[in-house]
C-alpha cells in the first residue's frame, strides 16, 4: 500500500509525459508528411521535441524556471525552420502549473517578461519592430492559459477551504458530545457514589447499637446503588448504538434527589415550583439540581439544612441551591462547579457559586423561549 501511495504521482507524470510526447511528435510528423510544404521531418527535430516534453516528469517541481525554458525551447523551434507542430503544449503545461502553484500575479510577471524576450529576439533576428499577425494568437494564449489556471487555482483552495471547515465543524460536535456525556457520567456516577459513601459511614457507625438503622442505610445504599447503575446503563446504551435513546432527566424527578438529600441527613426544604419547561432547561436544571446537592453532601463542613428555590420571571428561570455548612470558602473550580456553569453557558444563561452568609449557595438563571 505504501508503494502504491508513493509512486502513484510519478506513474502519473510518466504517463503525461509519454502521452505529450506521442502527440507532439504524431502530430508533428503527419503534419511534415500530408503538408507538401512542409518541411521534413528530422531526427534532431524528433530530438528537440523529446528533449522538450521530457521536462514534463519534473515541471511539478520548478514551473516557473521550465515554463521559460520550455517556451525559449518552443520559440526556437518555431523561428529554426523545422517542421511545425503542436510543441506550444509544453509551455502551456508549464504555465499552467505555475499559475496553480504561484498564483496569477506571478504567472503573468512570468508570462509578460517572456513574451518581452521573445519579441527583442525577434527584433534582433529579424530586424523589424513589425509584429506577426501570431503574435496577437501568443498573448492570447498567454491570458487564457493563466485564467484558467486561476479559475483552477480557486476552485481547489475553496474545495480545501470546504474540507478544513468539514474537519473542524466534526471536531468540535465531537468534542461537544465528549464533555456532554463527561458531564452526565460524572454527574450519575458522584451524586450517587456520595449518597453511598453517606449511608456507609451511617450503617457503619450505628451496626453495634442500633441495627435496624444501619439495615435501612444498607436498603438506601441498595436503591441508591441501583440507581445509578440504571443511569449508568442508559448512557452506555446511547454510545454503543449513537442514539439518544435514554429518557431524559428532567425537574419532574427532583424528589428522588430530594429525598436521597434527606436520607443523608439533611432538612431540605423546597419553595416555588419549576413549572413546565422546555427539555434543554429542564434537563439542565435537573443535573444542576443534582450536583448541587452532591457538593452539599461531599463537600460542605457539618451541613443541616439545605434551601432549594424556583423562581421563573420575564422569561428567565431561575434555580437557587443553599446550604448552612460552616465555615465555607471560595471553593477551587472542579469537574462539578466547570459542568454546572457549561451546562448553563450552553442555553444562553449563567452559574454562580460561592460563599453566602451562614453557607453556599449555587445560583443559575437559564432563559426560557418564547417567554417575555
Given amino acids: 500500500m505504501r508503494w502504491q501511495l508513493g509512486w502513484s504521482p510519478w506513474v502519473g507524470r510518466v504517463v503525461r509525459t509519454i502521452v505529450v510526447s506521442g502527440f507532439v511528435l504524431g502530430a508533428t510528423s503527419g503534419a511534415s508528411?500530408?503538408?507538401?510544404?512542409?518541411?521534413?521531418?528530422?531526427?534532431?527535430?524528433?530530438?528537440?521535441?523529446?528533449?522538450?516534453?521530457?521536462?514534463?516528469?519534473?515541471?511539478?517541481?520548478?514551473?516557473?524556471?521550465?515554463?521559460?525554458?520550455?517556451?525559449?525551447?518552443?520559440?526556437?523551434?518555431?523561428?529554426?525552420?523545422?517542421?511545425?507542430?503542436?510543441?506550444?503544449?509544453?509551455?502551456?503545461?508549464?504555465?499552467?502549473?505555475?499559475?496553480?502553484?504561484?498564483?496569477?500575479?506571478?504567472?503573468?510577471?512570468?508570462g509578460a517578461a517572456a513574451l518581452t524576450v521573445a519579441y527583442l529576439a525577434h527584433v534582433v533576428l529579424s530586424g523589424s519592430f513589425a509584429l506577426e499577425a501570431g503574435a496577437g494568437f501568443v498573448v492570447v494564449w498567454l491570458v487564457a492559459v493563466i485564467g484558467v489556471g486561476t479559475a483552477v487555482r480557486y476552485q481547489l483552495d475553496a474545495l480545501a477551504a470546504r474540507r478544513e471547515q468539514a474537519d473542524e465543524h466534526r471536531h468540535r460536535v465531537a468534542e461537544q458530545e465528549r464533555l456532554r456525556i463527561a458531564r452526565e457520567v460524572?454527574?450519575?456516577?458522584?451524586?450517587?457514589?456520595?449518597?453511598?459513601?453517606?449511608q456507609a459511614g451511617v450503617a457503619a457507625h450505628v451496626a453495634d447499637r442500633r441495627p435496624e438503622q444501619a439495615k435501612e442505610a444498607l436498603l438506601n445504599i441498595k436503591a441508591a446503588s441501583a440507581s445509578a447503575l440504571k443511569d449508568l446503563r442508559a448512557t452506555l446504551a446511547v454510545l454503543r448504538s449513537g442514539e439518544d435513546k435514554a429518557p431524559a432527566p428532567s425537574l419532574a424527578q427532583a424528589a428522588e434527589l430530594l429525598e436521597h438529600a434527606r436520607d443523608a441527613g439533611l432538612t431540605v426544604d423546597v419553595h416555588g415550583e419549576p413549572g413546565d419547561l422546555p427539555a434543554p432547561v429542564d434537563a439542565a436544571a435537573y443535573r444542576i439540581l443534582q450536583e448541587s446537592l452532591t457538593n452539599v453532601v461531599r463537600h460542605a463542613d457539618q451541613p443541616n439544612h439545605v434551601d432549594v428555590r424556583f423562581e421563573r420571571q420575564r422569561g428567565t428561570f431561575t434555580l437557587r441551591v443553599r446550604d448552612d455548612g460552616r465555615g465555607t470558602t471560595q471553593p477551587t473550580p472542579g469537574h462539578g462547579l466547570r459542568g454546572m456553569c457549561e451546562r448553563a453557558a450552553a442555553l444562553g444563561g449563567r452559574c454562580t457559586a460561592g460563599p453566602v452568609d451562614g453557607g453556599f449557595e449555587v445560583c443559575v438563571a437559564l432563559p426560557i423561549e418564547g417567554e417575555a
Fill in 186 to 198: 460524572h454527574d450519575v456516577v458522584a451524586h450517587s457514589l456520595a449518597m453511598i459513601n453517606v
Fill in 33 to 110: 508528411r500530408w503538408d507538401p510544404g512542409s518541411p521534413q521531418m528530422t531526427a534532431g527535430a524528433g530530438l528537440w521535441l523529446v528533449a522538450t516534453t521530457l521536462t514534463l516528469l519534473v515541471v511539478h517541481r520548478f514551473p516557473l524556471t521550465l515554463f521559460l525554458a520550455t517556451a525559449a525551447s518552443a520559440f526556437g523551434y518555431y523561428a529554426s525552420g523545422l517542421p511545425g507542430g503542436p510543441i506550444i503544449i509544453v509551455p502551456t503545461i508549464a504555465l499552467f502549473l505555475l499559475t496553480r502553484q504561484r498564483g496569477p500575479l506571478t504567472a503573468g510577471i512570468t
